[in-house]
Structures are given as structure tokens and as C-alpha cells.
């Protein structure tokens, strides 16, 4: 078997480490592998399958001799790096939202639309967070009724905003038990502790965010579906990790919840969680640290006479699946097929 050098480009964020554990865990043929990241970080050290590797400090030359590089940068970084990764024959599959949209760039979730991973010119793009774990839950209703139009409210735990969010929370959680005042936030716009904050990215002319946008544009491109119409709300909520999506999808056929919930069972990275007379349902808890999304709450939208829509409520881990879990999927699709 064939042994891959492989860089993760932001090794000490959040999603950079769990890129770190996710590589571990699915043993891919790694050969050698980088860890790249500020300067803070160079000389440091990070734990891969029990041995220490030192945090190099990314510069133009930190690309040679490489076959993969995961990205899990902020957009300027990726922008400045991963070109030359991909420039020096490594292909790179980059978390960040740099080139999402990018019409040379395929945007993939494996379970999803797998046979544009192989259309790559060097860099393959990995969706945000809650689009991913939308379309894993889609995926199965799209393919037996086809989705026309989406109305989503997604419910985004704090970690999303990374381990400042995380901080930020569990502060101000330790000021309210000990009744002290309240700290100003800096993550957040306003306070996440015993609050919900609708507005996730900055607003464009039409007062949805960025956030909200994702799930239309992305959405279009993954699923091949120009005319696909989505209307989203993007809730920040004090989770601390895995976010939760209700959503409601229009069809072009009719649509069966038998039939829907048969689909879900069977479909890959879903897992069907549906029995609310006994309040099993899916939960941020159940759903953090692992890589399935969780679908449940499947029922008729009972303002659609027409019976084409259906509504459902789904959870992911957006640290994992819905980030370094998906990434390193993209390379288990490259590899398995260059070991055919």
C-alpha cells in the first residue's frame, strides 16, 4: 500500500486537532506528516499515534515533497498557503471557505456527491459546518422525492465560533452560578450564557447573514441544483458542542414518512433516531464526538395540502463531520481510488 506524506495547516485550532485524532482513528497511510501553524505555536509539540511531532511555524517553503495538505486555516492563511501546496503537486482539501464557491474548486461531503472529489485541480473544498450536516440528512429524501426548496433554523453550538466560543461560555456559566456580573463578550455580540443570539456573520441587503446564505449557495453546488431554494436562520446557542437543524423540505414528488424513515435507516453517515413517544429524538449530547448526523422528529408538514413536504430535525457534530471528519473522508475517497 502506498504511504502518503501528508500537512494539516492549522494543526492547533480546533478543527486542526481533531483533523490530528480523525487521521489517527481512520488510520490512513500516512508516511510523515506536518504540522504547520503560527509562529506562537512553532517548537511545540502534538501527540500522533504515540509519538511527538513538532509544530513547524507555516512559511512558502513548508509545502515540499508533500502528497496531502488538509487545511484548517482562516481564509487569509489558506489563501496564502494552500495555492502552493497545491502549486507543488500535494492536493489540498481546504475547511476554510476560501474557495467554496470557486466554479475550479468541487465542494464535497462524501456521502453526498463523492464523484466530484475526483475533478479536482489541486484543491478540494470541504462545505461549512451546518451545510454538511443538512445535506448528509438530505441526501436520501433528495434522491427518493427530490428536493425542490428548503426552510431551515439551524441551532449552532458555541464551539462553531471556536475555542474562544467555548471560553466565552463556560466564563460567563461560572459568573452566573457564583451570581457575579456578567463579562462584556468579545466572541459574540451580545451574551451567549441564558441567551439565544440570531446573527451568525455579518447581514447583506436583504437581512440574512452569511451564515444563512451558506446553506443556499453551497447546497446548490453539492447537490447539483441550481434552482434549489432554501430559506435559512442561523441561531447561535449555549451548546457547547454539536449543532441541531429543523428543517422543512418541499418536494417534486409526494412524499411518505414510511417510506422517508426507510430511506434515512439505511442511508450511510445517518443514523435514524425517531421514536418521540419515547422521547428518543436526536440531541446535541448524544451527537458530539462521533461522526454520524442524527435524524429524527420526521413528519408531514401539515401546511402543505399538497403532501410534498416534510419536516425533520437532525444533530451533527460540526467539529467532526461537520468539519475535520468530512476532510479526511475526502482523502480516504482519493487514496481508496489511486489504490485501485
Given at each position: 500500500?502506498?504511504?502518503y506524506?501528508?500537512?494539516?495547516?492549522?494543526?492547533?485550532?480546533?478543527?486542526?486537532?481533531?483533523?490530528?485524532?480523525?487521521?489517527e482513528?481512520?488510520n490512513?497511510?500516512?508516511?510523515?506528516?506536518?504540522?504547520?501553524?503560527?509562529k506562537?505555536?512553532?517548537?511545540?509539540?502534538?501527540?500522533?499515534k504515540?509519538?511527538?511531532?513538532?509544530?513547524?511555524?507555516?512559511?512558502?517553503?513548508?509545502?515540499?515533497?508533500?502528497d496531502?495538505?488538509?487545511?484548517?486555516?482562516?481564509?487569509?492563511?489558506?489563501?496564502?498557503?494552500?495555492?502552493?501546496?497545491?502549486?507543488?503537486?500535494?492536493?489540498?482539501?481546504?475547511?476554510?471557505?476560501?474557495?467554496?464557491?470557486?466554479?475550479?474548486?468541487?465542494?464535497?461531503?462524501?456521502?453526498?456527491?463523492?464523484?466530484?472529489?475526483?475533478?479536482?485541480?489541486?484543491?478540494?473544498?470541504?462545505?461549512?459546518?451546518?451545510?454538511?450536516?443538512?445535506?448528509v440528512?438530505?441526501?436520501?429524501?433528495?434522491?427518493?422525492?427530490?428536493?425542490?426548496?428548503?426552510?431551515?433554523?439551524?441551532?449552532?453550538?458555541?464551539?462553531?465560533?471556536?475555542?474562544?466560543?467555548?471560553?466565552?461560555?463556560?466564563?460567563?456559566?461560572?459568573?452566573?452560578?457564583?451570581?457575579?456580573?456578567?463579562?462584556?463578550?468579545?466572541?459574540?455580540?451580545?451574551?451567549?450564557?441564558?441567551?439565544?443570539?440570531?446573527?451568525?456573520?455579518?447581514?447583506?441587503?436583504?437581512?440574512?447573514s452569511?451564515?444563512?446564505?451558506?446553506?443556499?449557495?453551497?447546497?446548490?453546488?453539492?447537490l447539483?441544483?441550481?434552482?434549489?431554494?432554501v430559506?435559512?436562520?442561523c441561531?447561535?446557542?449555549?451548546?457547547?458542542?454539536?449543532?441541531?437543524?429543523?428543517?422543512?423540505?418541499?418536494?417534486?414528488?409526494?412524499?411518505?414518512?414510511?417510506?422517508?424513515?426507510?430511506?434515512?435507516s439505511?442511508?450511510?453517515?445517518?443514523?435514524?433516531?425517531?421514536?418521540?413517544?419515547n422521547?428518543?429524538?436526536?440531541?446535541?449530547?448524544?451527537?458530539?464526538?462521533?461522526?454520524?448526523?442524527?435524524?429524527?422528529?420526521?413528519?408531514?408538514?401539515?401546511?402543505?395540502?399538497s403532501?410534498?413536504?416534510?419536516?425533520?430535525?437532525?444533530?451533527?457534530?460540526?467539529?467532526?463531520?461537520?468539519?475535520?471528519?468530512?476532510?479526511v473522508?475526502?482523502?480516504?475517497?482519493?487514496?481508496?481510488?489511486?489504490?485501485?
Amino acid at each position: 500500500m502506498k504511504m502518503y506524506r501528508v500537512a494539516i495547516l492549522g494543526a492547533t485550532g480546533a478543527v486542526g486537532r481533531e483533523m490530528l485524532k480523525v487521521l489517527e482513528e481512520r488510520n490512513l497511510p500516512v508516511a510523515s506528516l506536518k504540522l504547520l501553524a503560527s509562529k506562537r505555536s512553532a517548537g511545540k509539540t502534538m501527540l500522533f499515534k504515540g509519538k511527538e511531532i513538532m509544530i513547524e511555524e507555516a512559511n512558502e517553503n513548508s509545502f515540499d515533497d508533500l502528497d496531502l495538505v488538509l487545511g484548517a486555516a482562516e481564509n487569509d492563511i489558506a489563501k496564502r498557503f494552500l495555492p502552493i501546496a497545491a502549486e507543488k503537486g500535494a492536493v489540498v482539501i481546504d475547511n476554510s471557505s476560501a474557495y467554496r464557491l470557486d466554479d475550479q474548486v468541487p465542494l464535497v461531503v462524501p456521502e453526498v456527491n463523492p464523484q466530484d472529489a475526483f475533478e479536482h485541480h489541486g484543491i478540494i473544498a470541504n462545505p461549512n459546518c451546518a451545510t454538511i450536516i443538512a445535506l448528509v440528512a438530505l441526501q436520501p429524501l433528495h434522491q427518493a422525492f427530490g428536493a425542490k426548496r428548503m426552510i431551515v433554523s439551524t441551532y449552532q453550538a458555541v464551539s462553531g465560533a471556536g475555542v474562544g466560543g467555548i471560553a466565552e461560555l463556560n466564563e460567563q456559566m461560572k459568573q452566573l452560578v457564583n451570581h457575579e456580573e456578567i463579562s462584556a463578550p468579545k466572541t459574540f455580540q451580545h451574551q451567549i450564557v441564558c441567551n439565544l443570539i440570531p446573527q451568525i456573520g455579518g447581514f447583506n441587503d436583504e437581512g440574512y447573514s452569511s451564515e444563512e446564505m451558506k446553506m443556499q449557495n453551497e447546497g446548490r453546488k453539492i447537490l447539483h441544483a441550481e434552482d434549489l431554494l432554501v430559506n435559512c436562520t442561523c441561531v447561535r446557542v449555549p451548546v457547547i458542542r454539536s449543532h441541531s437543524e429543523s428543517i422543512t423540505v418541499t418536494f417534486e414528488k409526494e412524499v411518505d414518512v414510511a417510506k422517508a424513515k426507510e430511506a434515512l435507516s439505511k442511508a450511510p453517515g445517518v443514523r435514524l433516531v425517531d421514536d418521540p413517544a419515547n422521547a428518543l429524538y436526536p440531541m446535541p449530547l448524544d451527537t458530539s464526538d462521533q461522526d454520524l448526523v442524527f435524524v429524527g422528529r420526521i413528519r408531514k408538514d401539515i401546511s402543505d395540502p399538497s403532501n410534498h413536504s416534510l419536516t425533520f430535525w437532525c444533530c451533527g457534530d460540526q467539529v467532526r463531520k461537520g468539519a475535520a471528519t468530512n476532510a479526511v473522508q475526502i482523502a480516504q475517497l482519493l487514496i481508496e481510488k489511486e489504490q485501485e
